[in-house]
């Protein structure tokens, strides 16, 4: 269980750095990005949803993977219940 919360954690921190490489590629036009990229920003990343505020980068890929890590636990915990 733990290898698998440490994959969902993983796939937090790649997702997050994903978008940085993105928003750092595409800097002007991703100030006026599409409504559609936007909302699957702040689905996808969380932490997005606090944009307002400058946050660093170490710190967007750490929460973003904490949250994972945090997502991850709860369906591994209900897919024990459920196999029992």
Avoid at 23 to 34: E, G, R, S, V, Y
């Amino acid at each position: 269980m733990k290898y698998r919360i440490a994959m969902w954690a993983t796939a937090g921190f790649l997702v997050a750095g994903y978008w940085a490489v993105y928003a750092f590629a595409t800097m002007p036009t991703m100030l006026f990005a599409k409504p559609e990229i936007m909302i699957l920003v702040r689905l996808t990343c969380p932490i997005a949803l606090l944009s307002r505020y400058p946050i660093s980068l170490s710190w967007v890929l750490l929460a973003n993977a904490a949250t994972y890590a945090l997502v991850g636990l709860i369906v591994e915990m209900s897919r024990r219940r459920v196999a029992l």
